[in-house]
């Protein structure tokens, strides 16, 4: 895991660029933490699963609709033998509240949104946790120009300056915070706790996406499990101590 130590961190964009949802621009504070490197992926969600005996993902849920071997819905029919060859992808087609349960198994979290803008950005104020120039995209994200259309092991792509792999591109990923279109304007400068909802929030643009989409302050939602949609926890700093 990365530690991000306690202070004033970024969130939102500035006037003129970005989304009407990440404004203002300001500087929160925050208590220290730990994110973990890498996304979940397929090997260590599958051994939560088998050992919880339920939280599967959808392709592989007993009897489940989605099921990429017995199920008569085919949506992640396409991405099957990635699903049972590619320990290191990402796990995707799990919802919030699966992702909640195998966090708690280590005894860890989902990271606030706050901290999940915090650790994206890699420190920078720009765009992108290496700068404004999207032509760096590919160094350090896959993104729908370069991902062939599906996700990729984790850690390939350059890390950002908090050695924090795939925050730019591969899955989107789920945060603890439900989607509140004016949370940046609500929320004052201590550490924010987002309010409750239907959506969760998702972050950080996925393999599907263009390279616009994984700006560090760019916000999504949805209420469902994707096939583009994964996850990594964090754990606050006191709770290791």
Same mark, same amino acid.
């Given at each position: 895991? *990365? +530690?991000?130590?306690?202070? &004033?961190?970024?969130?939102? @964009?500035?006037?003129? &660029?970005g989304e009407p949802d990440e404004h203002p621009k300001r500087q929160i504070r925050l208590d220290a933490f730990y994110m973990e490197k890498h996304e979940v992926t397929i090997a260590d969600y599958m051994k939560f699963?088998?050992?919880? %005996?339920?939280?599967?993902?959808?392709?592989? =849920?007993?009897?489940? #609709?989605? $099921?990429? /071997?017995?199920?008569?819905?085919?949506? +992640?029919?396409?991405? @099957?033998?990635?699903? =049972?060859?590619? @320990? $290191?992808?990402?796990?995707?087609?799990?919802?919030?509240? /699966?992702?909640?349960?195998?966090?708690?198994? =280590? #005894?860890?979290?989902?990271?606030?949104?706050?901290?999940?803008?915090?650790?994206?950005?890699?420190?920078?104020? @720009?765009?992108? *946790?290496?700068?404004?120039?999207? %032509?760096?995209?590919? /160094?350090?994200?896959?993104?729908?120009?370069?991902?062939?259309? !599906?996700?990729?092991?984790?850690?390939?792509? #350059?890390?950002? =300056?908090?050695?924090?792999?795939?925050?730019?591109?591969?899955?989107? !990923?789920?945060?603890?915070?439900?989607?509140?279109?004016?949370?940046?304007?609500?929320?004052?400068?201590?550490?924010?706790?987002?309010?409750?909802?239907?959506? $969760?929030?998702?972050?950080?643009?996925?393999?599907?996406?263009?390279?616009?989409?994984?700006? *560090?302050? $760019?916000?999504? &939602?949805? +209420? #469902?499990?994707?096939?583009d949609i994964g996850f990594r926890c964090a754990v606050s700093a006191i709770s290791v101590q």
């Open positions: 895991m *990365s +530690y991000l130590p306690a202070g &004033s961190y970024q969130v939102g @964009s500035p006037e003129g &660029s699963a088998a050992v919880a %005996g339920e939280n599967y993902p959808e392709w592989a =849920k007993p009897a489940g #609709k989605f $099921n990429i /071997d017995t199920g008569n819905e085919p949506y +992640y029919g396409r991405l @099957s033998a990635l699903l =049972k060859n590619c @320990s $290191n992808c990402p796990v995707i087609g799990v919802t919030q509240k /699966d992702a909640e349960a195998y966090c708690a198994s =280590k #005894k860890r979290r989902l990271p606030t949104e706050a901290e999940w803008e915090a650790a994206a950005r890699g420190g920078a104020a @720009s765009a992108f *946790s290496f700068g404004e120039d999207m %032509g760096q995209a590919g /160094d350090y994200a896959w993104i729908e120009t370069n991902s062939g259309g !599906e996700p990729h092991p984790v850690g390939m792509k #350059k890390p950002n =300056k908090y050695g924090l792999y795939d925050m730019h591109g591969n899955v989107w !990923e789920m945060v603890a915070d439900y989607y509140d279109a004016q949370a940046y304007s609500n929320g004052g400068g201590g550490d924010p706790q987002g309010p409750a909802g239907r959506e $969760n929030v998702i972050r950080g643009g996925s393999w599907a996406f263009e390279a616009a989409a994984m700006r *560090s302050a $760019n916000r999504a &939602s949805t +209420y #469902k499990a994707n096939d």
